[in-house]
């Protein structure tokens, strides 16, 4: 996949950058911690600056985050009732957990939003529920673009400043990716687990 990543770049220039930081958003397997400092590489060898992989790749994460931003819309609380009321038995899960979680997110989801834009994989999937709280589209998109920019600046600059050596980044930064997924593994592991324990001593107390 990284070939294809650098070769569509290297042939589309900022437009490239543009689509490929959108379309890792929407799909979060294509790894922005390869666009992004092969895009700062591309400022040593080709007409591209700094400032404009920078914009372009901000642009491109923001409409990324726009599209999942409406799926999540689409999911809204109602719509979740609805699906609760049908399977939320079989699911153990409750309209009271719906509107826990959604309360939660309404209260903590501005900063869950800006510090999850640099979280590998969360960062793409972190607007679906910022819009499904019904989170207001302008903030959500100020907190957005504050994680996004710092992000994109971080590993153009990188890139940028490590020269044909910019691989090395995308190594280090995989490191850093699978070590989150770990520890996102091991909280949803334990999430549930806590979850689920109490909802069943809920159901041994009622029973």
Known sequence: MQAWITDFMEQFGYFGIFLMLAFENIFPPIPSEVILP???FMTTTTNLTIPG???AATLGSLL???ILYYIGRLLDVNRL??????????LRIS??????ADA????????TVLFCRMVPLVRSLISIPAG???????????????????WNLLLVLIGAALGESWEDIAMYMDMYSNIVYVLLAGGVVILG????RKRSRKMTTEG
Do not use: N
């Open 132 to 150: 499904m709280s019904g989170m207001k589209f302008g903030v959500f998109m100020i907190f957005t673009t504050i994680g996004t920019l710092g």
């Open 38 to 40: 092969f895009g700062g």
């Open 104 to 111: 939660w997110f309404d209260k903590y989801g501005y900063w």
């Open 81 to 90: 009732e609805k699906i609760v009321e049908r399977w939320g038995g079989l």
């Open 193 to 196: 687990y806590l979850f689920f």
């Open 53 to 55: 992989v920078i914009i």
């Open 95 to 100: 309209k009271k957990d719906i509107h826990k």
């Open 64 to 66: 990324g985050a726009v």
